[in-house]
């Protein structure tokens, strides 16, 4: 079976998939999504760089260095609070990192799946905001 490209897709610039949802970043900064609670333009994204996602959580990084996050459950995009100049996100099982401009690598989520991986995040309870990894 042949890939097949349908007339007026958008350009994609990037893809990625979780467990029960799969998104696109479309060429204007757009992202559109189809899954789990999901199936169109996800609201508020105009200036999408990156996507990442796991599970059931997707990220993206914006062109200002944010991140917006969502979920299968909750699929509102929220703002990722202290995190900014990322030029990379990442999307575990229960912790998000970003790096940022400066080299520092910066997580938020849980610390209890992956810790054996030697993430040294320092934490075990979940964290909203993201903190700089050990």
Request: glycine share 14%.
């Amino acid at each position: 079976m042949e890939p097949a490209h349908s007339q007026g897709s958008p350009t994609i610039l990037d893809l990625a998939a979780g467990s029960e949802t799969t998104c696109i970043l479309r060429a204007d900064g757009g992202v559109n999504c189809w899954g789990a609670n999901i199936s169109g333009t996800v609201p508020g994204i105009t200036t999408g760089r990156m996507l990442a996602s796991q599970g059931l959580s997707t990220c993206s990084l914006l062109a200002s260095g944010a991140a917006v996050c969502w979920t299968a459950q909750d699929p509102t995009p929220q703002a990722v609070e202290g995190l900014s100049a990322a030029i990379s996100i990442s999307v575990g099982q229960d912790h998000h990192c970003g790096l940022n401009q400066m080299g520092s690598v910066l997580c938020w989520g849980s610390n209890l799946v992956g810790s054996d991986w030697g993430l040294a995040l320092g934490w075990a309870s979940w964290q909203n905001r993201p903190l700089r990894s050990a």
